[in-house]
């Protein structure tokens, strides 16, 4: 397994405007591990869908509510994100259809869903095979 310093946690208000400094941290951790242009942006645009997923609620308009919380980390030759937003009772939003088969075609495995008061997702991709 490739060392790359560790684990990085970020705690964002939430605000969709928030959602870059998401998407600039998965793409470090896809570039460290060598992916493609391609990969880099399916792991972004997947980033973003479960992000959004997390704000849909009354509170994220004006940025109020509970903050989602999100760990990064290398597992082997892929990168793992798991996504927290504390304090949400009853089950996430349902993703688009678009977003669920975009999230079906370019992941590695994702899930949202709801655990205790909390939503929550993960989202694993490794780069693909080299044509």
Request: glycine content about 8%; aromatic content about 4%.
């Amino acid at each position: 397994m490739t060392d790359l310093g560790g684990d990085v946690v970020l705690s964002l208000p939430p605000r969709s405007s928030h959602l870059r400094i998401a998407r600039l941290t998965a793409s470090s951790f896809a570039a460290d591990l060598g992916f493609g242009l391609d990969d880099t942006e399916d792991l972004r645009v997947a980033v973003t869908e479960l992000c959004s997923a997390l704000l849909h609620d009354e509170r994220s308009h004006d940025g109020d509510g509970p903050r989602i919380e999100l760990h990064y980390r290398v597992d082997g030759d892929r990168v793992v994100i798991e996504g927290r937003r504390p304090g949400m009772s009853g089950a996430p939003p349902e993703l688009d259809p678009i977003a669920r088969e975009l999230l079906a075609v370019t992941t590695d495995a994702h899930s949202l869903e709801a655990q205790d008061d909390d939503w929550t997702f993960i989202v694993r991709k490794g780069a693909s095979d080299p044509a």
